[in-house]
Structures are given as C-alpha cells and as structure tokens.
C-alpha cells in the first residue's frame, strides 16, 4: 500500500494527464538557458556512460525523449498510470514505467543517470531523505542527478489546477535552494552545479537547477 499522499498527487496526475500533456511545452522550446542545463546533463551521462538514465515522476515523457534526441539512454517512470499510457503512446520507442520515486524499480547502481524535472516538489519534505537515498542506491558510482524544481520559502501549498481542463488538487512544497542541496549532500551526493533562474511570466518563484553526483571511490572533489 502506498502512503496516502502519493494516493492523492496519483490521482491527481491522472484526472489531469492529458490537458498536461497537451499544454506543457516541448523541451525545445524551452528558454535557452533550461536546454543548456539539459544538454549539460545529457553531455555528463553520455560521456560518463555508466547505465541508463531514469526520468523520475516523467509525466507524458516529452522531456524523457528529448534526452533521449540528445543520445541519451532514458526511460521513464511516474506515479500516474494516465501519465505513463500517453508517454507510452506518444514514444512508443522508448520504456515507460509505472513507479514511485521512493521505492525505484533499479537494482543497486544499475543507472547512469537520474533526471527529477519538476517532480519532486510533491513530497513533503520528510519524505526527500527516502527519495534522495533512493537516487543514490540506484545510481553508480560517478553517476549523474539533475533535480529541476522552484525553490523558495513557500512552504505547503494546496493548489488546484487543470491545465486548461477540470481542475485538481495538488499539495506542493516549496523549499530554499540551500535546503535542497543540503539533502542532496547528506544522501552522500557531491552538488557539483547549481543554476537559478528568475520567476518566469506567470510564476511567483524562480526556478533552481541541481546537478550533482555520486563520487566514484576514486573522486577528486572526496579527497581533502
Ligand atoms: C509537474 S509534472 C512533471 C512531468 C515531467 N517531468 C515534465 O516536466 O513534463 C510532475 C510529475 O511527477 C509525477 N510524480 C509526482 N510524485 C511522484 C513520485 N513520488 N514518484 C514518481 N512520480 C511522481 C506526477 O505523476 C507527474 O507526472
């Protein structure tokens, strides 16, 4: 059984899967500086190329394929089966999977890299150690995380959206910028990025881009 809050954000992201899919834009015509901090990331897991990549809480996959355009070996997984049936039918090259970010399906250091886009912000806050642990178990040694999400000291958040159809209820957790990284880094990451933007039109809060890694036993940035 899984715990009432992801019950909730499931349900959620189901009732709204495809009015989201239809109206979040496409990675490409992303701002500059949100591809650059992808094709950042892509450039690390292709070179490292230690495993696959996980898009953690995917939605309808379209940032998962455009990794995917970048060379990278993505797949998807979300806590929506709606979610996961349109990114099934809009990629079918490409493996979607049912799951929570909190209990991934990969074996211990089994991925090369792990993307959170916009999909963390739904846990409450005691419940990032797990999700952070979780990418560190399942990443390998030298392997890349980048967490996209807003930041802020917005606390708990009731919001009610439908992106453009019936709307539904969302509990959202805003959290500072230094917060977020400190979790990382007690999960055993090293942040080795980390790019704010301003709030664009329409949002009250800037977003932040955390990239980080797993050290290899070998890491120069572990050694004093
Ligand atoms: C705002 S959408 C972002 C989707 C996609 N990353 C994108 O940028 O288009 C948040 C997604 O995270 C998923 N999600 C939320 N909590 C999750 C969790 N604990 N585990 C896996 N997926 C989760 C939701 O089902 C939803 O599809």
Redesign the pocket.
């Known amino acids: 059984m899984q715990p009432p809050h ?1 019950d909730a ?2 349900q959620s ?2 009732a709204v ?1 495809a009015d ?1 899919a239809r109206s ?1 834009k496409d990675p490409a015509e992303l701002d500059p500086l949100s591809r650059a901090v992808l094709a950042a990331f892509a450039e690390l897991v292709t070179s490292a190329d230690l495993g696959p990549t996980a ?9 998962t394929a455009y990794l995917s355009g970048l060379g990278v070996s993505a797949f998807g ?4 089966p709606r ?1 996961v049936e349109l990114a099934r039918a809009a990629h079918p090259d490409l493996r979607f999977d049912v ?4 209990a991934l399906a990969s074996g211990d250091g089994e991925l090369g890299g792990i ?9 409450p806050p005691e ?1 990032l150690p797990g ?1 952070f642990a979780e990418f560190h178990r399942t990443l390998a040694p030298g392997g890349h995380l980048l967490l ?1 999400t807003r930041v802020g000291e917005g606390g708990h958040q009731r919001l009610t959206y439908g992106y453009g159809g019936d709307p539904a209820p969302f509990d959202s957790y805003r959290l500072p910028a230094d917060r977020i990284a400190g979790l990382l880094e007690q999960a055993g990451f090293v942040v080795t990025g980390r790019v704010v933007q301003a709030p664009d039109e329409g949002a009250k809060r800037p977003v932040a881009s955390f990239l980080a890694h797993k050290p290899a036993a070998s890491d120069p940035l572990q050694q004093g």
């Open positions: 992801l954000i499931r992201y189901d899967a989201y979040v898009d953690v809480g995917c939605g309808p996959g379209k940032v997984a979300d806590l929506s979610m799951g929570s970010m909190s993307l959170a886009y916009y999909s963390t912000h739904h846990l419940s999700a996209v």
